[in-house]
């Protein structure tokens, strides 16, 4: 059975600081998923990674894959207070149907001036 | 396009009602999925489709019943109503093709059961 664990949970960080976010899965996957919420808002499509050693980024935040160790992470750089929101991975087991994704319980950014 | 629609935004039921959400997506995308999100512990899928006529079971699928009659449509029934069921409800949408597969989601229901 799939599994995702995110870690932290809650993450309060000063404006230019820098940070890492971290997701772990328990199976096999070929693809993850981060998404970014607002407080009261939907889901919004941040990156999604497809292969092992995949990186994209975007502004201040970089995401990256390693499917060896069952690990994405999301790297905040030089934060601001507009990036506070609440960050979600998902992810796909391998071979699943496309949309029956297994979310992390997602981790509460708070950027402090 | 106006994306993934749901209705209601919110919706109050007593204990053994019933009732429907709605979600429409004009996107033409064949995958829909409902997601139910309790505070600290992220989204959970319910039931999920992958084209009309097809659908499966999420993680949380008890209680809930769903059909896939139209690409478009993908609406989600509380058959009897329960306090556990007290959540927000988001649906989502995305398309077949290789490249990602980004989920479009809805702006949400959120549902209270007394």
């Known amino acids: 059975e799939l599994k995702v664990e995110q870690n932290p949970l809650f993450l309060s960080m000063q404006e230019g600081k820098n940070y890492t976010i971290y997701c772990n899965y328990s199976?096999?996957?070929?693809?993850l998923y981060w998404y970014r919420q607002d407080p009261g808002k939907s889901l919004e499509s941040l990156f999604v990674l497809l292969s092992n050693g995949a990186v994209k980024q975007e502004g201040r935040l970089m995401a990256s894959l390693d499917t060896k160790a069952r690990l994405s992470t999301l790297h905040i750089t030089a934060a601001v207070h507009d990036l506070s929101a609440t960050y979600f991975c998902a992810v796909k087991a391998y071979g699943g149907a496309t949309n029956k994704l297994i979310f992390g319980t997602g981790t509460l950014l708070a950027v402090q001036p | 396009n106006a994306g993934v629609t749901q209705t209601p935004k919110f919706q109050v039921l007593k204990t053994g009602q019933s009732m429907t959400l709605q979600c429409a997506q004009d996107?033409?995308?064949?995958?829909m999925s409902w997601y139910r999100q309790d505070p600290g512990m992220g989204l959970r899928l319910i039931h999920y489709?992958?084209?009309?006529?097809?659908?499966d079971q999420g993680e949380v699928p008890n209680g809930y019943n769903v059909s896939r009659s139209t690409t478009e449509d993908f609406p989600l029934r509380l058959l009897s109503a329960a306090p556990s069921q007290t959540s927000v409800y988001f649906c989502?949408?995305?398309?077949?093709?290789?490249?990602?597969?980004?989920?479009?989601f809805g702006p949400g229901t959120r549902l209270t059961v007394l």
């Open positions: 489709s992958v084209g009309a006529g097809i659908t």
């Open positions: 996107m033409n995308h064949e995958y």
């Open positions: 199976t096999t996957s070929d693809r």
């Open positions: 989502a949408s995305s398309s077949q093709g290789w490249g990602g597969d980004t989920q479009y």
